[in-house]
């Protein structure tokens, strides 16, 4: 090829992109080019559909709750693209791409199908769009990357954001995650070794009279607040989303359960006296020692005991599973409404470390944070109303779990002369599926966590 030619060549495609740019920039906004102008694109880079992929945990839709980008801007693989809300959790969907955001496809609140497109990104690869992989949902617990001192360290925006909010470097936490990467647990970790505590200090209750006998107190307070005003509007539909939705589909699916009940008072006193002893014990490691640990902890003792508590059944009636892992649930009262997140293997934990994980969930439900992983998973629920000021409850099983308790107030004792006597007494209220379990086998289970709480020291038998 002689240098004439090749100018001729070079004069030639010089040529050809110029008009390509020239068209483009007159290119009126309203028009929509057709097939023959998809060249126009391709050498921009391939627009892919960004399709959101599968959740886990049968989901098939969920509902966007914030854009963290708009049309225009440039993402990075790893940077977060928006986070939508399940019936489960909420969970942050993140690019796989580098190249820049052309069309979102649902506003704020919309309802996204899985499998359907999210947005369309503009790549920066010269590749075709068959060469382009599906980004999964990555759940709260998942990382994206930072660079941080020229090494990159894995966290989520959010534990980014709790991290700065904290005035914590990343760099100097250590990730107990896959990958090493670092979970809202290790900066609540990191903060309690700092500062001696996960939350900012409340002021403790004033002492109560010396008649009164002293409540548990509750894993999560519930502040009392002036009943809102009753509203006189208009009226006002709008579909369930989210974890009401949830609400509705667990709740339709529980009533198909044949529930039966049965109640029993407990004499929480010696437990009040050993819970004096060990708190300000949990309180020079950091953390705050209710008396939850100890109903949790007598709950998976006694399911040791009698595990068809802690089994599931399935759809057809036909088997029963007998769950290994003591996942036990704890009802919370959120801004979100009720969830249940629970506590994973608590046959393997102390009394102090079920308390390091309820200050965990509590912090995360709180803030709204609770992942699929802490809400799926559990085989045993108990539910503390006393908290709120219930004393008897009829509680609802959670499918598939097949046994759940409720926990009331505690209240004084009164002798055979109507005077008061100094006791803490508690009242539990336990339902379970009357299809595999009896009254005789619930019953005993409920004398058995009973005598744990009203003898403390007897679990040490059985602690391992």
């Not at 001729?8 to 040529?15: D, I, T």
């Not at 590749?127 to 930072?146: C, I, K, L």
């Not at 437990?271 to 939850?292: D, I, K, N, Q, T």
């Not at 079920?354 to 992983?373: D, H, N, S």
């Amino acid at each position: 090829v002689s240098l004439c030619q090749l100018s001729q060549q070079y004069r030639r495609r010089s040529f050809r992109l110029q008009s390509v740019r020239y068209f483009q920039a007159t290119l009126p906004f309203a028009f929509k080019p057709d097939r023959s102008l998809q060249t126009l694109w391709a050498i921009r880079g391939p627009i892919v559909q960004f399709k959101l992929s599968d959740i886990g945990e049968g989901i098939m839709e969920v509902t966007v709750k914030e854009w963290y980008v708009k049309e225009g801007d440039r993402v990075s693989q790893f940077d977060s693209i928006c986070e939508v809300q399940s019936d489960k959790a909420s969970v942050t969907i993140t690019s796989r791409y580098d190249g820049v955001i052309r069309k979102l496809y649902y506003d704020v609140d919309a309802t996204a199908l899985v499998g359907k497109p999210l947005v369309d990104i503009e790549t920066e690869s010269s590749s075709g769009v068959e060469d382009v992989v599906e980004t999964p949902a990555m759940a709260r617990e998942e990382h994206t990357h930072q660079e941080i001192k020229g090494h990159k360290t894995q966290a989520t925006p959010a534990v980014r954001r709790l991290a700065m909010e904290n005035n914590i470097k990343l760099s100097e936490v250590v990730g107990t995650g896959r990958d090493g990467r670092i979970l809202k647990e290790d900066i609540l970790n990191y903060l309690a070794k700092q500062t001696g505590a996960i939350l900012p200090p409340t002021p403790p209750p004033a002492p109560p009279p010396a008649a009164t006998p002293v409540s548990p107190a509750a894993v999560i307070k519930v502040p009392l607040t002036t009943p809102k005003p009753v509203f006189t509007g208009k009226d006002v539909t709008e579909p369930l989303k989210g974890f009401h939705k949830a609400m509705v589909k667990t709740m339709t699916a529980a009533l198909k359960i044949p529930h039966f009940g049965y109640c029993d008072e407990v004499d929480l006193t010696r437990l009040v006296a050993l819970r004096a002893e060990l708190r300000a014990m949990a309180e020079a490691r950091g953390v705050r020692l209710s008396y939850m640990p100890f109903f949790i902890k007598a709950a998976s003792l006694g399911l040791l005991h009698f595990p068809i508590l802690n089994s599931s059944m399935d759809d057809g009636c036909q088997n029963i599973t007998y769950k290994a892992s003591h996942n036990i649930g704890l009802a919370m009262d959120t801004s979100q409404g009720l969830l249940v997140p629970n506590l994973k293997n608590v046959q393997l934990l102390s009394v102090f470390q079920i308390a390091q994980e309820l200050t965990r969930l509590q912090a995360l439900g709180a803030a709204g944070q609770l992942g699929t992983a802490d809400l799926s998973g559990g085989t045993f629920t108990l539910s503390n109303i006393g908290s709120i000021g219930g004393t008897y409850a009829k509680p609802v099983i959670l499918p598939p779990e097949v046994a759940i308790g409720a926990l009331g107030k505690v209240v004084p004792r009164f002798d055979a002369g109507g005077q008061v006597v100094r006791a803490h007494i508690m009242n539990v209220s336990w339902s379970a599926d009357h299809r595999i379990i009896d009254g005789a086998t619930m019953c005993r289970f409920s004398n058995l966590w009973k005598e744990y709480l009203e003898y403390p020291a007897s679990m040490v038998l059985d602690l391992k």
